[in-house]
């Protein structure tokens, strides 16, 4: 029985604060309440314990049946407390050869080992962890708080620092139920958000609230508080493998995929998959269903609009593998139905309006079971994105003189304005006018202009002259500076691949697969985000991940022994929504009620006259201004949920 073997029962909600100045106020009521905002990532049970000047919560998502893991939890020696939002899925192993060791256990959780671990290495204990955590440990013995988040930042963790007192949670709506908690907008955040369509950690929409970084752990007492990464991909011993030949590391990649997608197929309750049609979850599911004895079920989502939809390439994979298969079709009708929820969804700004679908998907699968995988991770990995190919057509581009460059320039410039505007999934209009965002500037900066949203020009062009005298000379890409100042990586593609897994993936795909699953109560595992197959993928030549025009070369290499050459050769279309359609059809009342100019006045952050220029282009046909205007619509709805 699986039961006897596993004890995940960790995904959830936590919650916690620092009391050090004792001030007066309820610490079991605040806990409380900050518990219950995040009821949702953990219905089956809850639990606190306040100890010293440190008070913890725990919200509970049973994955096993097992009942003896109940948090916050306190080790056998009693100085050790902790709440653990995560699994371990190396923890056997762990516990195993602590045992050996001479440690005692209650329980047969991994939360537990955890503990042991940290008891046996303190903060190197992090290091040996193969699994998905955001966690907070109360060291009684030398009255330090440690915070601490997984190697990619699957799991997320908030906090807010305050005349030397610190709050965390899982999410914002938890940390502002605080009574200390001072609700203030970052003008710095909104920048961030603007630029990128999310915002990369360490900064939040909130002043004095950050997020825990990927890789990284925080230690708080009385007297210090200081912050480290106990593991940043690439590490200077990830050098480029000198694998022989693309044999080899297939070989090589084939293992530590299947080891990573067994890992994760570990619960006392069915594992499913989300199915795009994609070569990376049908890959995952593919390595699944030769793993499990009983047909696995999957789940997907689909559209009326073709150019969104990808049922053809789905039912290829359902019938390969004989598939339990559940899907939905998503409308504006039910968009229109999801939109008051969409500001407690996304807890943040974030503007990726593939969360739409993900929360759907995720709806559909929780009425069946509690974990699913998915394939979140191999893009940036194995450079799956588009970008990755523009990029380097750009460089071939670069070549040539630069007359010849400035004139080719002039000619698309012109030829964008003339295509007509089109509502369908990446219409050569919409990639054309990306395309020219990133002209002129470095790699890497030109990389995120094509993903992002608002030029700096646009982002004026919008904001109240408040926000844009508080933003004065705010360099909105500095992120990618920060990142690369931290690492030595000289290929330009690694850089970018880098970059990617950083920022986009941690900040943005994270997230999102985050809180619209969790918001349904489901787990969701991503085997590609195993670090093995992290650190395995950075050691490749970069000719294994784009070679000549094709990207994920490697992995669809690998995917040939698995899956039919329909699915691995197909075009990509990336997990949208039909966003242009609605927002001039079914979602346009909504949009002009939360842009409208009574309210954006009011509000004071935006500047109705440059917001009705881009609706107004929009709904004309002019220009497809669809990505700028969720932005502005997706802040909106959040700002409507926190009251901002």
């Known amino acids: 029985m699986l039961s006897q073997l596993v004890s995940f029962e960790n995904m959830c909600g936590i919650a916690g604060f620092t009391n050090f100045g004792a001030d007066a106020y309820d610490r079991r009521q605040v806990i409380t309440a900050m518990c219950d905002?995040?009821?949702?990532?953990?219905?089956d049970e809850w639990g606190q314990t306040h100890?010293?000047?440190?008070?913890?919560?725990?919200?509970?998502?049973?994955?096993?049946?097992?009942?003896?893991?109940q948090q916050p939890m306190t080790d056998i020696q009693g100085d050790l407390s902790i709440t653990f939002n995560g699994e371990i899925y190396n923890y056997k192993e762990l516990k195993s050869q602590l045992v050996q060791e001479g440690f005692?256990?209650?329980?047969?959780?991994?939360?537990?080992?955890?503990?042991?671990?940290?008891?046996?290495h303190g903060k190197d204990a992090f290091r040996h962890f193969n699994g998905m955590f955001a966690l907070a440990i109360w060291d009684k013995r030398s009255q330090e708080l440690v915070l601490a988040r997984d190697r990619a930042g699957k799991k997320p963790l908030f906090y807010y620092q305050n005349?030397?007192?610190?709050?965390?949670?899982?999410?914002?709506?938890?940390?502002?139920?605080?009574?200390?908690f001072i609700k203030k907008l970052s003008a710095r955040g909104l920048s961030k958000f603007m630029t990128y369509e999310y915002i990369p950690g360490p900064c939040t929409i909130f002043e004095n609230t950050h997020k825990l970084e990927a890789g990284q752990f925080m230690v708080l007492s009385k007297d210090k508080c200081f912050k480290d990464f106990y593991w940043n991909y690439p590490s200077p011993q990830f050098n480029h493998s000198p694998v022989e030949s693309s044999a080899q590391a297939i070989a090589e990649m084939d293992?530590?995929?299947?080891?990573?997608?067994?890992l994760r197929l570990q619960a006392d309750v069915p594992v499913g998959v989300f199915l795009s049609g994609g070569v990376d979850s049908s890959l995952v599911t593919a390595i699944a269903c030769k793993q499990q004895q009983k047909p696995i079920q999957s789940f997907?989502?689909?559209?009326?609009?073709?150019?969104y939809d990808e049922s053809e390439y789905i039912d290829i994979v359902v019938k390969k593998f004989g598939l339990d298969h559940h899907s939905e079709h998503?409308?504006?009708?039910?968009?229109?139905?999801?939109v008051d929820k969409l500001g407690s969804i996304m807890d943040e700004p974030m503007a990726d309006a593939s969360l739409v679908p993900t929360y759907f998907v995720s709806k559909l699968a929780a009425t069946k079971m509690k974990t699913v995988l998915g394939g979140d991770g191999a893009d940036e990995l194995f450079a799956g994105y588009p970008t990755y190919l523009a990029n380097k057509l750009v460089n071939i581009y670069n070549i040539f003189p630069y007359e010849l460059r400035t004139f080719i320039s002039k000619t698309l410039e012109q030829g964008s304005s003339l295509l007509p505007t089109s509502n369908k999934n990446m219409s050569m209009d919409f990639q054309l006018r990306q395309f020219l965002r990133g002209a002129g500037v470095a790699g890497e900066i030109r990389f995120f202009k094509w993903m992002a949203g608002f030029t700096d020009q646009e982002r004026g062009s919008v904001l109240s002259p408040a926000m844009r005298s508080e933003l004065q000379g705010e360099f909105a890409y500095e992120d990618v500076n920060r990142y690369l100042s931290r690492v030595?990586?000289?290929?330009?593609?690694?850089?970018l691949l880098y970059l990617s897994q950083k920022m986009y993936l941690t900040d943005d795909i994270l997230v999102k697969v985050d809180r619209a699953s969790m918001m349904n109560s489901l787990e969701v595992r991503a085997p590609f985000l195993d670090y093995r197959m992290v650190e395995y993928a950075a050691s490749l030549p970069e000719r294994y991940k784009l070679k000549r025009f094709t990207g994920k070369y490697i992995l669809k290499e690998l995917a040939r022994k698995y899956l039919p050459n329909e699915i691995i050769d197909r075009p990509k279309k990336g997990f949208g929504i039909p966003l242009s359609e609605w927002l001039a059809g079914d979602l346009k009342p909504v949009m002009m009620d939360l842009l409208s100019k009574d309210r954006l006045e009011s509000q004071g952050v935006f500047e109705y006259e440059g917001v009705k220029t881009l609706i107004d282009q929009h709904v004309n046909g002019e220009l497809n201004q669809r990505k700028l205007l969720w932005s502005l619509l997706s802040f909106q709805l959040w700002a409507k949920e926190f009251g901002i």
């Open 37 to 43: 905002a995040i009821a949702h990532r953990g219905p």
């Open 51 to 69: 100890i010293d000047d440190v008070s913890f919560g725990h919200r509970r998502l049973s994955i096993v049946g097992l009942s003896d893991g």
């Open 104 to 120: 005692k256990f209650k329980t047969e959780s991994d939360t537990e080992v955890v503990l042991a671990m940290y008891r046996k």
């Open 163 to 180: 005349n030397g007192e610190l709050i965390f949670s899982s999410e914002l709506k938890s940390l502002v139920k605080h009574p200390k």
């Open 255 to 262: 293992e530590l995929l299947n080891d990573a997608v067994r």
């Open 300 to 307: 997907s989502i689909c559209f009326n609009e073709k150019s």
């Open 330 to 338: 998503v409308s504006a009708k039910d968009m229109l139905g999801l």
């Open 488 to 495: 030595n990586i000289h290929r330009e593609l690694d850089r």
